[in-house]
C-alpha cells in the first residue's frame, strides 16, 4: 500500500521568510496530493491540492510543487505569518488504494514574530 | 452550517471498557471516514465507508467497529478499550470523486480518548 514520508517534522522560521515542507510518497499511481493545515485544537483544514497532471499550482502565497518521476511534492510558503503556525499534513491518494487517502505525520510549523 | 459534528469531544475510559464515538454530518456527503492522530503518527486511517451500506478497513482497523447508520451518520465502536487506544478521533467527510480523483476531506474537531 501507499506510504508517505513528510519531513522535517518540526520547522521554526523568521516571520517574513519561507517555509518549505517536503514529502515523499512510494505509490507510483498515487494521482492526487493535498495539504491540509491544523491549528491548536481544531480538525485538520485544506489548503491546497494538485493532481499528477499538473507540476505547480500556487494560491496566493502557498504553492505545492510536484515530481512525479521522483515521486515527492512539496508546500512552499513564502512571507510567512504568526498566523500560519500551525500543523501542517501531506497525503496521497489512488485509485488503486480505492481512493482512500494516507497521510504523512505531520510538520509542526512555528512563525517566530 | 455545522458540517461535521462528533461526540464526545473528551472521554475517559478504564481498560476493557467500551464506548461509541458518534459522527454526522450535514453535507449530504458520499464518503465518511474515521482517522486517528498520535504525536509522530500524523493520521491513520481507521475505517471509510465510500457510500451508504458500505464499510471498509483503513491502516489500523483492529479493535474497532464501525456502523454507517445511514447517509449522515457514521459510529466508530471500541468494544473493550485498551490503553494503546488513546488517541485523538477526527470523523470527516467527502463528496469523493472518483472520476478526478480529487476529493476535500472535511474534518470534525474531534474527540480526545483517554484509556486508563
Redesign the interface.
Known amino acids: ?1 501507499e506510504n508517505v514520508e ?1 519531513h522535517p ?1 518540526t520547522l521554526s522560521v523568521q516571520e517574513g521568510d519561507s517555509a518549505v515542507i517536503k514529502c515523499t510518497y512510494s505509490d507510483s499511481a498515487s ?2 496530493f ?1 495539504w ?1 493545515k491544523q491549528e491548536l ?6 489548503i491546497i ?1 494538485i ?2 497532471n499538473v507540476g505547480e499550482k500556487k494560491d496566493q502565497r502557498i504553492a505545492v510543487t510536484l515530481n512525479k518521476t521522483a515521486k515527492h511534492f512539496s508546500l512552499h510558503i513564502t512571507e510567512t505569518q504568526p498566523e500560519d503556525s500551525a500543523v501542517y ?1 501531506c497525503a496521497a ?3 488503486d488504494s ?9 510538520t509542526r510549523l512555528l512563525v517566530r514574530p | 452550517n455545522a458540517g461535521v459534528t462528533q461526540t464526545p469531544k473528551f472521554q475517559v475510559l478504564k481498560t476493557g471498557q467500551s464506548m461509541t464515538l458518534q459522527c454526522a454530518q450535514d453535507m449530504n456527503h458520499n464518503s465518511m471516514y474515521w482517522y486517528r492522530q498520535d504525536p509522530g503518527m500524523g493520521l491513520r486511517l481507521i475505517y471509510y465507508s465510500a457510500s451508504e451500506g458500505t464499510t471498509d478497513k483503513g491502516e489500523v482497523p483492529n479493535g474497532y467497529n464501525v456502523s454507517r447508520l445511514n447517509k449522515r451518520e457514521f459510529s466508530l465502536r471500541l468494544e473493550s478499550a485498551a490503553p494503546s487506544q488513546t488517541s485523538v478521533y477526527f470523523c470527516a467527510s467527502s463528496a469523493l470523486d472518483r472520476g478526478l480523483y480529487t476529493g476535500e476531506l472535511f474534518f470534525g474537531e474531534g474527540s480526545r480518548l483517554t484509556v486508563l
Not at chain 1, 485544537?41 to 485544506?46: E, I, N, S
Not at chain 1, 480505492?98 to 505531520?106: H, Q
Open positions: 500500500g513528510q517534522s494521482n492526487y493535498p491540509y485544537g481544531k480538525g485538520p483544514q485544506l491540492d493532481r499528477s499534513f491518494m489512488s485509485k480505492s481512493y482512500k487517502l494516507i497521510f504523512g505525520s505531520g
